[in-house]
C-alpha cells in the first residue's frame, strides 16, 4: 500500500490490514473503504508524476535540439540520449492516456506494476545523466521527484529500498563513467551528496505520507462511528414505544420513528427504511408546536389527530438548550398507557378498600340469605310473608354480585396478551355466549378475513359478552328480537384494528353519554353499573380503547380500538 503507517500496513497476502487502531476494532468495511481510497489517491498521484515525466521528456529533447546553446545534456551520447528521451516520454504519455481504463488493472497487480515503474524511471534518468557527461550536468536533481513520488506510490519495503536503489545507481554511473571514458574523472563526492539528498527526501516525504495516510485513516474511522452512531440512534428511535419527532424552525420534519407514525396514523415502516422522513405535521400538532414556541410553559391537552386514533399527549423540548425557535423534539404518548397506569393505582386503592368492605359486607349478607331460605322452608309460613322472603333472597343474590363485582374491578388480573384470529375466536364466543342466549341473533362480519388482534383472550371473552348481553337486551326492547352484529375492520387512519358491537336499540341520550363508562351507572332497574365501566378497564389494561357512537340508523355502536399487533404489552 503505502509506507511508514502504522495504523495500516499490508499483511503477506497483499491485503490491506489494520494492526491498531486509536478507538478499537475496525471493521472489514473501513478497510475496504480506506483501501479503496488509497487507490484511488495513488492513481490520481500516478497520473500527475505521468505528466510530469511527460513535461521533463519534452523539456529535455527542446533543451537538446537547442544547438546554439553551450550545454552539457546529450553531449556524451547524443542519439542514446535522443533516442532514451523520445522512448521514455512516449512511455509517459501512454501510461497517461490508458490510465483510466488501465486503472483497475494497475491497483490490482500494484505491487509488482508500480515498483518496476519506479525502477525504470531511476534506470532511464541515471542512464540519461552517463549520456551527458555524468552527474556534473545537473540532470541528478531530476532524481529527487521521481524518490518523492515513490515514497507515496510504493509500499513500505519497497518505498525503502528506492534511495537506496538510486544512489547505488549514481555511483555505478560514476564509476562507469570513468571506466568508459578515461579522460573523464568521475564526480564521487557529488554522487554522495546527492544520495544523502535522496534519503533526506524520502525521510521527509516518507513523513508526510506516514501523517497523511493517519489523517486519512482517522477521518475514515470517525466517519465510520459517526455512521455506526447514527445507525443505531435510528435503531433505538424505532424500537421505542414512545414516538418522537424532530421538526425544524420552519416546522419541516427531520425525524419520526415508527410509534410516532402509529400514532399519527400512518403506519409502520419498512424494516430496512430510514426512520428520516419529510411527512408533514398535521395541523393540530403543529399550532401546538407554535403556541409552545410563543410561551415554553404551555402544555397542551391530548389531542386526537383522527377520529379513530387514540388520543396522544404531546411533550416538546428544544433540540438546543433554551432556543424554542430552532428545532424542536416531540414525544407523543398515548394517552390510554397514562391512564391505564392511573386506572391499575386507582384500582390498587380501590382493591384495598373493597377487601374491607367484602369482609364486612358478605358475612352479614350471607346470613340474611340463609335466614331468608330457612324462613321461606317454613310450613307455618304465610304466603304473603314467602313473597317477602323470596324479595330478601332475590337483592341478597343482587348484593353479593355487586360485591363479587366490585372485587374484580379491584383486582383485575394482570394481562396475558396473545395474537388472536378474530375469524376463528368470534364464532367460538358467539357459540359460548348463545348457550346462556339461545334465542340470541348474531352477525359477524370480519373484513379483512385474517383480522387479527392483541389481547389477553379471556379479557376480550367478557369484554364481548357484557357487550353482546347489552346488545341483544336494547335490541329486544326496541324492535322485539334479541339481536346484534359484530364487525371487524382496520381502521383507514391508523390501520389499528376495530371491532364494533352493534344493537337496535335506541341508543344514549346526550347526558347518560358522558357517564356511560362510570361505575354503577345504570338506566337498568336490574343492572348494577359495572358492566361497561369493567369493560373498559380490561380494554385500557390491553392498551385498548371501547367507545360509544351512535349509529345514524338507530342502535348504539361500542367500539374497541385494539393496540397495533406488532406492539407488546406490559
Not at 500516478?46 to 529535455?60: D, H, P, S
Not at 523520445?86 to 504519455?93: R, Y
Not at 314467602?386 to 355487586?402: D, E, F, V, Y
Request: proline share 5%; with cysteine; net charge neutral.
Amino acid at each position: 500500500m503505502t509506507q511508514g503507517a502504522t495504523a495500516f500496513e499490508p499483511d503477506h497476502t497483499g491485503r490491506a490490514s489494520i494492526e491498531r487502531h486509536p478507538t478499537g476494532a475496525v471493521s472489514e468495511g473501513l478497510v475496504d473503504d480506506l483501501e479503496r481510497r488509497h487507490n484511488e489517491l495513488r492513481l490520481r498521484l500516478l497520473r500527475i508524476y505521468e505528466a510530469y515525466a511527460l513535461a521533463v521528456a519534452i523539456l529535455l529533447l527542446t533543451v537538446f535540439y537547442q544547438t546554439l546553446t553551450l550545454t552539457r545534456i546529450g553531449s556524451l551520447h547524443p542519439v542514446l540520449f535522443q533516442w532514451l528521451t523520445i522512448l521514455w516520454g512516449a512511455f509517459s504519455m501512454t501510461l497517461l492516456l490508458g490510465l483510466p481504463r488501465l486503472g483497475p488493472w494497475i491497483g490490482r497487480h500494484s505491487r509488482i506494476l508500480l515498483p518496476a515503474r519506479v525502477l525504470i524511471d531511476l534506470t532511464v534518468l541515471i542512464t540519461l545523466i552517463n549520456a551527458s557527461g555524468g552527474i556534473g550536468s545537473g540532470l541528478g536533481t531530476l532524481l529527487l521527484p521521481t524518490l518523492a513520488m515513490a515514497m507515496i506510490l510504493l509500499e513500505e519495503n519497497s518505498a525503502r529500498a528506492a534511495p537506496a536503489a538510486a544512489t547505488l545507481l549514481l555511483f555505478f554511473e560514476e564509476f562507469y563513467l570513468t571506466l568508459d571514458n578515461p579522460l573523464i574523472k568521475g564526480d564521487f563526492f557529488q554522487a554522495g551528496v546527492l544520495g544523502a539528498a535522496c534519503f533526506g527526501l524520502s525521510v521527509a516525504a516518507g513523513l508526510l505520507s506516514r501523517r497523511i495516510r493517519e489523517n486519512d485513516l482517522r477521518a475514515i474511522t470517525q466517519a465510520a462511528e459517526v455512521a455506526d452512531l447514527e445507525q443505531l440512534n435510528l435503531q433505538i428511535l424505532s424500537r421505542m414505544r414512545t414516538g418522537i419527532i424532530v421538526v425544524t424552525a420552519a416546522d419541516q420534519v427531520r425525524v419520526m420513528n415508527d410509534a410516532a407514525r402509529e400514532l399519527l396514523g400512518r403506519g409502520r415502516l419498512a424494516p430496512a427504511s430510514a426512520s428520516t422522513q419529510e411527512d408533514g405535521l398535521p395541523a393540530i400538532i403543529r399550532a401546538s408546536v407554535k403556541e409552545w414556541r410563543a410561551n415554553g410553559n404551555h402544555r397542551p391537552a391530548p389531542l386526537r389527530v383522527t377520529e379513530a386514533g387514540p388520543a396522544i399527549r404531546v411533550s416538546l423540548a428544544p433540540v438546543h438548550r433554551g432556543n424554542r425557535e430552532g428545532d424542536v423534539i416531540l414525544f407523543l404518548e398515548d394517552a390510554a398507557e397514562l391512564e391505564q397506569q392511573a386506572q391499575q393505582l386507582k384500582l390498587a386503592a380501590l382493591g384495598q378498600l373493597s377487601a374491607s368492605i367484602a369482609h364486612e359486607i358478605r358475612n352479614p349478607l350471607s346470613a340474611i340469605n340463609h335466614a331468608a331460605q330457612l324462613l321461606a322452608e317454613s310450613p307455618a309460613l304465610a304466603t304473603a310473608d314467602a313473597r317477602l322472603a323470596a324479595i330478601i333472597s332475590n337483592h341478597c343474590g343482587r348484593m353479593n354480585q355487586l360485591v363479587q363485582n366490585v372485587l374484580q374491578s379491584s383486582r383485575p388480573n394482570p394481562p396475558r396478551p396473545e395474537l388472536i384470529d378474530l375469524a376463528q375466536e368470534l364464532p367460538r364466543q358467539v357459540a359460548a355466549f348463545r348457550e346462556t342466549e339461545p334465542d340470541a341473533l348474531v352477525e359477524i362480519d370480519i373484513n379483512p378475513s385474517n383480522l387479527a388482534v392483541r389481547m389477553d383472550r379471556s379479557h376480550l371473552d367478557q369484554v364481548l359478552s357484557n357487550l353482546l348481553a347489552n346488545a341483544v337486551r336494547h335490541s329486544q326492547q326496541r324492535t322485539g328480537r334479541r339481536w346484534a352484529r359484530i364487525e371487524g375492520r382496520l381502521d383507514d387512519g391508523s390501520s389499528r384494528p376495530i371491532l364494533s358491537v352493534l344493537d337496535e336499540g335506541s341508543g344514549v341520550d346526550d347526558a347518560g353519554r358522558e357517564r356511560l363508562f362510570e361505575p354503577f351507572f345504570t338506566t337498568e332497574s336490574q343492572g348494577t353499573g359495572l358492566g361497561l365501566y369493567l369493560s373498559r378497564a380490561l380494554c385500557q389494561a390491553n392498551q385498548s380503547d371501547l367507545r360509544y357512537h351512535p349509529r345514524a340508523t338507530g342502535g348504539a355502536c361500542f367500539r374497541i380500538t385494539f393496540a397495533p399487533a406488532e406492539r407488546s404489552i406490559d
